[in-house]
């Protein structure tokens, strides 16, 4: 398992001097976040999703043109703090090192606290989803929130910090955000009309990384029925659905947010034991599903059966999912799997100065440097691989 070793540690050399203690960046997803173009805020929404799609979906760099500035990104901010401690736990160097303690403060200063809660933004822009939903940095979100608290409880462990006040906030904005008559939490405070699984499973998996420092059993019940109610969702062939609206719509997209309901899963092992007999079939329904949203070479299908463009955060998913799972199961299917991915990840989508690529097209790529959604998930991907290269 060479790969394992030189090969990823060339890589993760490569993007940490890329990025070289700046964390501001683009995102796929900023389009409206023009400092030129103030009247895009009166715009109505559906003007507003297609101007973010048309800048997300342009291999040309539209964002000069329109005053798009680059910002720091609060989910991102968090995947780079979880890399941060995974490389401290494994004795390894580079710019990070020293990144810890100003990742950390930063996250903190962008939480959104009220009324003995706290919870946080996924971005620093205003996004607007073709569905109408919208999202600003002044309004909070499952995604931005799980995120943050699974990197404060991994510092905090590292360091020894006391984040148990920050967790028992955190533990109040889930019960203020659980609908008690769908069995499910809220998207957002703001965001309450449809049901999203895989926020559901990101819920899980932070809570249980927040339990090893306090627990609610309160919280810990919701989570039992919202896992509940995961499990009833999924189809035959082992996947979720991306979202379901109370009118009855459902979107589907079978991509890395599978990943993100798989670690939720094998979180689920561990916060409920005594259920392991009703999670685990689910899980290997799950499992098999996820396998084929991948080429034999380690390629992910962008949204499955849909073969191109190659996405990096598909890419990131695969390695991370299939490391959880060894690290799990200790087979090494999931070894070779997360070794597959990243060989190809590395060999053909990451630029000689360091950065990943955001899309692989079939002739072409899109090579525009995303922040968030290339280079911190790579960060994880890569970090999270050399803990494992450390014990292998």
Wanted: hydrophobic share 35%.
């Amino acid at each position: 398992m060479d790969l394992l070793g030189d090969s990823v540690s060339k890589s993760l050399s490569g993007l940490l001097g890329w990025i070289d203690h700046s964390y501001s960046g683009w995102d796929p997803f900023d389009g409206l976040n023009s400092t030129r173009f103030d009247g895009f805020r009166a715009l109505p929404p559906q003007i507003k999703a297609v101007l973010i799609q048309m800048h997300k979906v342009s291999p040309i760099n539209l964002r000069p043109v329109f005053s798009v500035n680059p910002g720091i990104d609060t989910k991102g901010i968090s995947l780079f703090l979880q890399s941060y401690c995974n490389l401290q736990d494994s004795g390894i160097g580079g710019p990070l090192k020293d990144d810890g303690e100003w990742l950390f403060s930063t996250l903190m200063g962008k939480s959104i606290e009220a009324n003995d809660t706290i919870a946080w933004s996924s971005h620093y822009f205003d996004y607007v989803g073709v569905d109408g939903s919208v999202l600003t940095p002044d309004t909070p979100d499952l995604i931005g929130t799980t995120n943050a608290i699974r990197a404060i409880c991994q510092y905090a462990r590292l360091k020894d910090l006391d984040v148990k006040d920050v967790i028992r906030k955190y533990y109040h904005y889930l019960l203020g955000n659980f609908d008690r008559d769908h069995s499910c939490y809220y998207y957002g405070h703001h965001v309450r009309n449809k049901y999203v699984p895989n926020s559901d499973a990101e819920v899980i998996s932070s809570v249980r990384i927040a339990g090893e420092m306090v627990r609610s059993e309160e919280v810990e019940e919701l989570c039992r029925a919202s896992l509940l109610k995961l499990i009833e969702s999924q189809d035959e062939q082992g996947s979720w659905f991306y979202s379901r609206y109370l009118d009855g719509a459902v979107y589907r997209q079978l991509d890395f947010h599978q990943g993100y309901i798989i670690d939720g899963l094998v979180d689920a092992l561990h916060l409920f034991p005594e259920m392991r007999n009703t999670i685990m079939p689910s899980l290997e329904k799950a499992i098999r599903s996820y396998d084929s949203l991948f080429a034999g070479d380690g390629r992910s299908f962008y949204r499955f059966p849909r073969r191109y463009p190659t996405d990096i955060h598909n890419q990131a998913q695969g390695i991370i999912t299939n490391l959880k799972l060894y690290d799990e199961f200790d087979n090494k299917v999931h070894l070779e799997s997360s070794s597959r991915i990243c060989k190809w990840t590395i060999e053909n989508m990451q630029d000689e100065s360091g950065y990943f690529y955001y899309q692989k097209g079939r002739l072409l790529a899109n090579k525009i440097p995303y922040m968030r959604w290339s280079q911190a998930w790579m960060m994880l991907a890569l970090s999270q691989t050399l803990e494992v290269a450390t014990v292998v």
